[in-house]
Structures are given as structure tokens and as C-alpha cells.
């Protein structure tokens, strides 16, 4: 039997648990975009601030 490849339709949503729930409810957005505003991540916030992240370039030949 030639086993099938993994598809992520397949497994069912992980449920959020209660803390995200509430925070979510409160907030109306994501962990992850909460996250980032955190005490805790100002010295990464600066980080970003002084060093941004290169953009993208369009690579498209004209």
C-alpha cells in the first residue's frame, strides 16, 4: 500500500483554548499580532525599528 501524502485539509482545526477565546473576544485579533505590542518584545520592536527587513524584490524580467 503506497501511503498518501500528508494534506492539512485533512486534519481537523486545533480549537483554541479558553485564554486565546477570551483574548481574542476582548481584542478582536490573533495571538500573534497581540504579541508584537508586548512589553516583553520592545527590545525587538527597536530591533525592527533600526534594521527593518529588506523588501522584496520584483524579479519579473520587463
Do not use: C, K
Amino acid at each position: 500500500m503506497i501511503p498518501r501524502p500528508f494534506d492539512p485539509d485533512d486534519e481537523p482545526a486545533e480549537e483554541m483554548d479558553m485564554a486565546d477565546e477570551v483574548a481574542y473576544a476582548d481584542t478582536g485579533r490573533p495571538w500573534g499580532a497581540r504579541a508584537i505590542r508586548h512589553p516583553s518584545h520592545a527590545a525587538t520592536r527597536a530591533h525592527f525599528a533600526a534594521n527593518p527587513l529588506p523588501v522584496q524584490q520584483d524579479r519579473r524580467s520587463a
